[in-house]
């Protein structure tokens, strides 16, 4: 089964299988995802032998009537593309260089039915075990600090894997915010938190927010995801959970 047709079957309970019900227009799910594929093959680059660079980052432009009727959406079809562009780049031998991200907006010179993609390449923010500088990225993307009420975050011991994403000193431990509502946890350069660390999969586990609870999930990884020095597969988080994958520890805090 290819990309696109898996993306189809990933959709079919969430909107019914079409945007038509939700925009009353003829603007199919498959337009937009197929989209999304041009947008990385017409901006590949080659930037190293064996290692083609491709966009993570990109806005869906639609007309204002249709933005509006997609809200109901928007994050979960944000987060199905993202997955499909993350397959589809690994079905093609492309590399990113920072998690994969795509959000919709509107445009007044669109009619409805009718879209446009935006792409960039946009680092992750990486911080400097050394000199522990952290550089930022520049990105149009909104920060969803609402995702979950009470400050979740994962606190990362000292000593452990080199990290990067979107980190900020809390003491001896370094903090990242958790104020999406899917955060991704691997050693790959798309993942929302990298960890550098080679007992670590590519793509290693998931925090999803389910009814305002966070919730770690397994994506199969190798070496396992432990909780409280558990093996899990999947389980909800509280406050003062202790995470280990490979040999980097964290701790789950929520005010």
Known sequence: MG?????ERRL??????????????????????????????ERAAIVAQGRTLV?????????????????????SLGQELSKLAREYATEQGYSFVGPVRVRFDAAD???????RIRS?????????????????????HPRHDDAMRGHPRLLLSPGGATVEGNLASH??????????????????TDCDLRLVDNGVS????????????????DLGSTNGTFVNGQQVKRTRLSDGTRISLGRTTMTFRRD
Do not use: C
């Open 3 to 7: 990309v696109l047709q898996r993306f």
């Open 202 to 217: 590519r793509h290693h586990a998931e925090i999803r927010v389910e009814d305002d609870e966070a919730v770690l999930v």
């Open 171 to 188: 003491g001896a431990e370094q903090a990242y915010e958790l104020n999406a509502q899917v955060t991704l946890l691997g050693r790959g």
């Open 109 to 115: 010179d669109l009619q409805t039915g009718r879209f």
């Open 120 to 140: 960039g390449v946009i680092r992750g923010t990486t911080v400097d075990p050394v000199g522990g500088g952290i550089r930022q990225p520049v990105s149009d």
């Open 55 to 75: 966009p993570n980052d990109f806005v869906v432009e639609l007309a204002g009537s249709d933005k509006e009727r997609l809200e109901v959406y928007s994050d």
């Open 12 to 41: 079919e309970g969430m909107i019914e299988g079409t945007f038509a019900r939700a925009f009353k227009s003829e603007l199919q799910p498959v337009e937009v995802a197929s989209a999304v594929q041009r947008e990385m093959d």
